[in-house]
DNA sequence: CTATGTGAATTTATTCACAGCA
DNA sequence: TGCTGTGAATAAATTCACATAG
């Protein structure tokens, strides 16, 4: 195992990875050669041995990757080896769908409450999930949930994300398109849906301009 | 105006800096420092000032940035001079969602469209916008739509592609989780919502582990 | 005198080419 | 022999420092 800094697009492409191994496992597949998991990932072959050496490596030569063991390391730099509780706030349309959306248990998440300052939506249920008052954020703690899901409007992400961090939240995915200030230790990552469709059309060769 | 190779980073941050002067504009300013842009973009102000160097620079030495102009200036360089027209395959939690989402007209953006292959779906509204079926997606051409969001399961994706691809679209948002292929020309932005929460536990210190 | 614009330096990430192990 | 793992080379992006224009 070495200790070089691992690049922050090597952690990016990890959960990609995660991904196509679980695919190739459910289609019976045992192993599989970096040239494999490259056409899935739509990766270069090089980059994925590449990204794995950071780590030590773990496949063996000549033969590729034990799917069973890759995917386990991979869990385990990735802390998805146990599941990971999370709360959302704010149920309006992107919040019911996340909800709702079955990607996240691919990798362990579990949405575990949701809040909302609507006075009109608290108490109702959203799939298994009963809608809280966003004021009983602080309450959270006892339950020990390190995670947060916010798609609040921009104006309200700052407040939100406070009670959260307050609430000892540590980690963020923001779908509030604004920059949100919080202290050094926490980390978050911003999905910022409009600004993505937004550089599209730099990539459209003109001519066919709408 | 120099011609050197646009840094696709530079690309992704001018949605933001546009948004960011939009709302300077709403509250009245007419004019900026790269210091001040780049405080509310959350960004290095000599990044703001290379950024905007690669098309020649838009600002006055000693003064600032015309906020008039310059958001103009961005507004051209992303092709969002105009109004785009985009389609929306897969009306599910997610798509019903982005039929929705607020945030596509800051930059201009109209769905002008939706399908789905649910029989139960198709006829309904969702706000303005009534849902067709996914077979009828190569009846676009007339109405000259270069954009699409798919928000379909990761099964039906390639297949949803395949028919915006055959109806003349040339960019596309794509929240399903798998790579799609596209012809050479076409543009794809991937949005995997489930992957970026993935990767967050791994920034999160150990200890506070859930 | 102020804030931009930009070469040059540095850092970061990708790509290559092949040594080394099963 | 085949496919991994990795140092070295290349490319890309960020950061710096300051000359330059208003």
């Given at each position: ?15 990609l ?22 056409r ?30 890759l ?88 407040q ?13 995915l ?37």
């Amino acid at each position: 195992m070495r200790y070089r800094r691992i690049p922050n697009e090597t952690v990016r492409r990890l959960p990609l990875y995660l991904r196509c191994l679980l695919l190739l496992s459910q289609n019976g597949n045992k192993s599989v050669s970096s040239e494999g998991l490259a056409r899935i990932a739509n990766v270069n072959a090089w980059q994925i041995r590449k990204d794995f050496s950071y780590f030590g490596g773990f496949g063996i030569r000549g033969f590729g990757y034990d799917i069973g063991n890759l995917t386990g390391q991979i869990r385990k730099i990735l802390r998805l080896d146990a599941v990971h509780n999370a709360v959302l706030v704010g149920v309006g349309n992107l919040g019911s769908a996340l909800l709702a959306y079955p990607g996240f248990k691919t990798y362990g998440f579990r949405i575990v409450a949701a809040f909302d300052n609507d006075s009109g939506k608290i108490g109702k249920k959203v799939g298994d999930v009963k809608i809280e008052d966003a004021r009983r954020i602080g309450m959270l703690k006892p339950k020990c949930v390190t995670l947060a899901i916010i798609a609040v409007p921009a104006a309200a992400a700052q407040q939100a994300v406070d009670s959260l961090v307050e609430a000892g939240v540590k980690g963020i995915l923001n779908f509030s398109p604004v920059h949100i200030t919080v202290p050094k230790k926490i980390k978050v990552i911003t999905i910022d849906i409009a600004t993505e469709l937004a550089r599209l059309p730099y990539y459209i060769p003109s001519g066919g301009k709408e």
